[in-house]
């Protein structure tokens, strides 16, 4: 069997307010890659919202078996902000659900590109 990968950008970008209290701003912007992205100016131990990306545009043969899942995000920080990964987590019918992929330690104050899971990750979901 041929394992396919496939890069796809979404198309349906929102705010979710089912946890945290600081809200995106700009949202759409992480339907294309590049800057500037989606912002949300929080301080120091402040939980923002989901940021939730949909619409992929993919479908899968009845026969396809998925070995793993990768998310890859552009992120950044203000200067000395010490803002970190909360949840980083798949949608299933909209929730989010399975293995939390946040990264250890604070995002950079350059845009820099960080992969969650793997070619081989199923993020105890599928």
Not at 10 to 39: F, R, Y
Not at 59 to 77: C, D
Not at 97 to 115: E, S, V
Request: charged letters at 10%; aromatic letters at 6%.
């Amino acid at each position: 069997m041929d394992r396919v990968t496939d890069l796809t950008m979404p198309t349906v970008a929102a705010n979710d307010n089912s946890v945290g209290l600081l809200a995106w701003s700009n949202v759409n912007n992480v339907l294309s890659a590049g800057d500037p992205g989606a912002t949300c100016i929080a301080a120091l131990g402040q939980q923002t919202q989901y940021l939730k990306v949909s619409g992929f545009g993919f479908s899968l043969p009845s026969f396809a078996q998925i070995l793993g899942i990768e998310a890859h995000v552009t992120r950044n920080a203000s200067i000395l902000s010490g803002i970190q990964d909360t949840q980083v987590k798949l949608c299933k019918a909209g929730t989010p659900t399975g293995d939390n992929k946040a990264a250890g330690g604070t995002w950079p104050d350059a845009l820099a590109l960080l992969q969650y899971g793997s070619l081989a990750d199923l993020w105890n979901v599928v």
